[in-house]
């Protein structure tokens, strides 16, 4: 069975501090991945996906990166955190290749910035 | 401009009731998927349907197979576990991209 993890569960930062968040993928190779961003009480918006390792491609960039080191890892960071950037993060995977299949997504990290 | 509207907002229901959702696409969707997020924030995938429909004990959803342009999600004999924000989210093409609705804030009371 595959299972997704998230890390750290909660972060609170300082504005203008870095950040890094994670995600791993057990059970499943060569998974599609991707970034969510949730404003409390919103709806999710999209960062990034990621079809390959060394791949990351942006939806809405928000002054974040992301990078897919290994197959199984998704990482998010910034080099200076925004206000705006408190919320919540979900990272999730499909099955690989073309198209977008169902997703299942990770407990989430919740960020909030001070 | 928005590309899904998810409707109700919010709903009520009593326990035992039965409830309808439902998301419209501005235009042909090629496929769709529901989830739930609890109070934790945890998303659960419900269905995920190219066309059709697929029932699930209590759940069931639909997909318009004709103009693929709107989704439904019906629940028959809400339990108390059903509460929680009920979000559609669809995809246009091949771009790995889903668009999401602004979701359901469902509230079952006893």
Redesign the interface.
Same mark, same amino acid.
């Given at each position: 069975a595959q299972t997704i993890h998230q890390w750290p569960v909660a972060e609170i930062k300082a504005v203008g501090s870095p950040l890094s968040l994670g995600c791993t993928i057990k059970g499943k190779s060569s998974p599609?991945l991707?970034w969510y961003w949730?404003a409390t009480g919103?709806?999710?918006?999209?960062l990034f996906?990621s079809?390959t390792v060394g791949q990351v491609?942006s939806?809405v960039q928000l002054n974040l990166s992301a990078s897919r080191p290994k197959d199984d890892q998704f990482i998010l960071s910034t080099e200076k955190l925004l206000l705006s950037h408190s919320g919540?993060y979900?990272c999730a995977w499909s099955l690989g290749g073309?198209?977008?299949?169902?997703?299942?997504?990770g407990?989430?990290t919740?960020l909030t910035v001070l | 401009g928005d590309q899904v509207e998810q409707s109700p907002s919010a709903l009520s229901l009593h326990e035992g009731t039965d409830s309808a959702l439902r998301c419209n696409f501005t235009t042909t969707m090629?496929?769709v998927?529901w /989830?739930r997020q609890n109070s934790?924030? $945890?998303?659960?995938?419900l269905f995920?349907l190219a066309s059709g429909t697929k029932e699930n004990g209590r759940l069931k959803s639909a997909f318009d197979s004709k103009e693929r342009r709107y989704s439904t999600l019906h629940i028959r004999d809400a339990q108390l576990e059903d509460s929680g924000t009920y /979000?559609c989210?669809a995809?246009m093409d $091949?771009n790995?991209?889903?668009i999401?609705?602004?979701?359901t804030k469902l509230i079952i009371k006893p």
């Open positions: 599609n991707y949730q919103g709806t999710l918006q999209q996906y079809i491609e939806v919540f979900l073309t198209g977008v299949y169902e997703q299942y997504f407990p989430g919740r | 090629r496929s998927q /989830f934790r924030g $945890s998303l659960i995938s995920y /979000f989210a995809d $091949s790995y991209q889903l999401w609705g602004s979701g």
